[in-house]
């Protein structure tokens, strides 16, 4: 049996606090679906106003303020190592537009595949992907299939595949790796992350973003070169505590792999390699964004909207952004319900430079039809 929501308002038992939150969003028109300010009090931790916010949370608020606010495409989880990949994940990444944007927006709103990008499939005569992709057989072919799938690949009579149009190096111009920890008083191993991502200098710019208050001894403890945001998720107030330095993103840089009691492994990273894993995160963050994929299915979620950005998984039985992996019969709230629809792509469409429907996209997809 699920709890029940009882008791007055969150603004009844706070008094002023939620009255001014209200003022603060409204004036700058962060929430606009929710007109009832104890669902605003409640959007983050609905049962102690001293608790610090969970990290789920925290990012999606920070990645739909940073969607209002930034010239450049947000998204979270992007892998971010070079010689161990699985090591590093970034939590969110700001991609600033290059000279052209325009020609990837152009070209498919999904992720284009890696290997399709440095195969020798080029835009003028038709290739054997076994051939012009590297890897067995097989994978080139998955490769090439997918390719097409995202429209960067046109089939060609005889089976072969040419590049729609040419792939465009400069699409992205500067990445900003944010680093979320929302409670200081808990760094885990904060330092050592973001020692790596200042070591490696993979994004342009490294930023720690914390709601927390930043103290002297903080400062000291966080490497110089990374800028420190003070959020505040429910207002949307973002405080520049220190800019972040320029690193040396295309410069060589070195890799910290693992750590044991008397010697820490570490790889020296190649500035081309670093160009290549930058595109690659760029990519990736292009076609990913931010918002969930999937609401669960289950009465009580719904899909809120914070700072214009539609699409954030709102829980009622928990009064709070829940993550959508964690829901489930498991959960004591679980209500078996058909999910929410909500169009991921709809919504994200407009709100930064990426583009939902590329024009042109109807025709290849019915040239697809014509050789698939
Ligand atoms: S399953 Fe998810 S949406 Fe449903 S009550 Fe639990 S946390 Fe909320």
């Not at 954030?312 to 709230?333: F, M, Q, S, T």
Request: aromatic content about 6%; some cysteine; charged content about 30%.
């Amino acid at each position: 049996m699920k709890a029940a929501h009882e008791g007055p308002p969150a603004h009844a038992k706070t008094g002023c606090i939620t009255e001014r939150i209200l003022v603060v969003c409204v004036t700058q028109r962060h929430l606009v679906r929710l007109g009832d300010c104890s669902r605003l009090a409640t959007f983050f931790r609905p049962a102690n106003r001293g608790a610090v916010v969970r990290e789920f949370p925290f990012e999606l608020a920070l990645c739909a303020h940073l969607e209002a606010h930034e010239e450049a495409v947000v998204a979270r989880q992007i892998g971010g190592g070079v010689r161990a990949p699985s090591n590093r994940v970034i939590d969110v990444l700001c991609v600033e537009p290059g000279s052209e944007m325009e020609a990837r927006t152009a070209l498919t709103p999904e992720t284009v595949p890696d290997r399709a990008i440095e195969s020798d499939v080029g835009v003028g005569r038709a290739r054997d992907p076994a051939e012009a992709i590297e890897g067995p057989p097989e994978r080139a072919q998955r490769v090439a299939e997918r390719a097409v799938e995202v429209g960067f690949f046109e089939r060609a009579v005889g089976g072969g595949v040419r590049q729609v149009a040419r792939y465009p190096e400069d699409w992205f111009g500067k990445l900003v790796a944010v680093e979320n920890k929302p409670d200081l008083a808990t760094p885990g191993d904060l330092r050592t992350q973001l020692r790596k991502d200042v070591s490696l200098a993979l994004a342009d710019e490294v930023v720690l973003a914390t709601e927390s208050y930043v103290t002297g001894a903080h400062l000291n403890r966080i490497p110089e070169a990374v800028g420190i945001w003070r959020f505040d998720p429910e207002t949307g107030e973002r405080e520049v505590v220190r800019e972040a330095e320029p690193l040396g993103s295309d410069e060589a840089g070195v890799e910290l792999l693992e750590r044991h009691p008397l010697r820490t492994d570490v790889a020296v990273v190649s500035a081309e390699e670093k160009a290549h894993q930058r595109r690659r995160m760029a990519e990736r963050a292009y076609g990913k964004g931010w918002r969930v994929g999937e609401f669960p299915a289950c009465d009580e979620i719904e899909s809120a909207t914070l700072e214009e950005s539609e699409g954030l998984p709102y829980c009622h039985w928990k009064e709070r952004i829940v993550n959508p992996a964690n829901c489930g019969p498991d959960c004591p709230g679980h209500d078996p319900a058909d999910p929410p629809e909500v169009d991921v792509a709809e919504v994200r469409d407009g709100r930064t430079p990426w583009v939902a429907e590329p024009e042109g996209k109807a025709r290849r997809q019915s040239g697809l039809d014509r050789f698939g």
